[in-house]
């Protein structure tokens, strides 16, 4: 990011908020703020059907915990960690959706990104099917 070799980050996302607040990796939301910093689009390029417009924003995702031992243990019972120790493993992180420059789906690409914006991408999706 810094010599300024990057021109776009594009990520997928395994849900997507009402808002625009998109669940995938772990290590996403570093990303995003890596490219806000830089000036660089952070781009979510997903299906409609990972849009949860039920969920107003990003603090309704849940996040699945993945077990410690993941990362503590090479593998099982050959330890990296004191044993005991105990680790936040999550399986994905959830990156607010003001760091979101744009998301693309198969129906429209929604930016800025909002709640109006996504929902109407959403119902184009639904009136295809009709």
């Given at each position: 990011?810094?010599?300024?070799?990057?021109?776009?980050?594009?990520?997928?996302?395994?849900?997507?908020?009402?808002?625009?607040?998109?669940a995938?990796?772990?290590?996403?939301?570093?990303?995003?703020?890596?490219?806000?910093?830089?000036?660089?689009?952070?781009?979510?390029?997903?299906?409609?059907?990972?849009?949860?417009?039920?969920?107003?924003?990003?603090?309704?995702?849940?996040?699945?915990?993945?077990?410690?031992?993941?990362?503590?243990?090479?593998?099982?019972?050959?330890?990296?960690?004191?044993?005991?120790?105990?680790?936040?493993?999550?399986?994905?992180?959830?990156?607010?959706?003001?760091?979101?420059?744009?998301?693309?789906?198969?129906?429209?690409?929604?930016?800025?990104?909002?709640?109006?914006?996504?929902?109407?991408v959403c119902?184009?999706?639904r009136?295809?099917?009709?």
């Open positions: 990011f810094a010599a300024g070799e990057v021109d776009a980050v594009l990520i997928g996302a395994d849900r997507i908020a009402a808002d625009g607040s998109v995938n990796k772990v290590g996403s939301y570093p990303l995003a703020v890596l490219a806000k910093h830089h000036g660089v689009p952070f781009v979510v390029v997903a299906p409609v059907s990972t849009v949860d417009l039920a969920t107003p924003d990003g603090a309704g995702i849940q996040v699945e915990q993945r077990p410690g031992h993941e990362v503590t243990d090479v593998r099982p019972g050959v330890p990296v960690a004191p044993v005991g120790t105990q680790a936040y493993n999550p399986a994905f992180d959830v990156t607010p959706a003001e760091l979101v420059t744009a998301i693309v789906t198969e129906h429209g690409v929604v930016s800025p990104v909002d709640h109006g914006t996504l929902a109407e119902s184009r999706s009136s295809t099917k009709s």
